[in-house]
């Protein structure tokens, strides 16, 4: 059975959602075979895409709604959520 799981997070950190924590993003997105997108606003875009994450301009207190679909959709959504819980790794 395929699986759908969704999850929000909020950007905790102050400059956004910019290349850095981005690439954390990508970096964690891309260890899950299932398919993860971000939604923010009006734009839905691809959490494996660096340009995708950036095109979303999401600054500090943005809510990003993640959504996984596949076998491991649960441990995708866990992750980021931890992710972005812990600023991305970038703690400046």
Do not use: W
Not at 15 to 35: D, I, Y
Not at 58 to 87: H, P, T
Request: charged share 20%.
């Amino acid at each position: 059975m395929i699986r759908k799981v969704q999850g929000v997070f909020v950007v905790l950190n102050e400059k956004g959602l910019h290349t850095r924590p981005s690439t954390e993003l990508v970096k964690c997105a891309m260890h899950f075979r299932a398919q993860i997108s971000l939604s923010y606003q009006d734009y839905v875009v691809n959490a494996k895409s660096i340009l995708g994450i950036l095109m979303l301009a999401a600054e500090r207190g943005s809510q990003i709604v993640v959504e996984a679909i596949g076998d491991d959709a649960d441990s995708a959504i866990a992750a980021i959520l931890k992710l972005a819980e812990n600023k991305f790794h970038l703690h400046y």
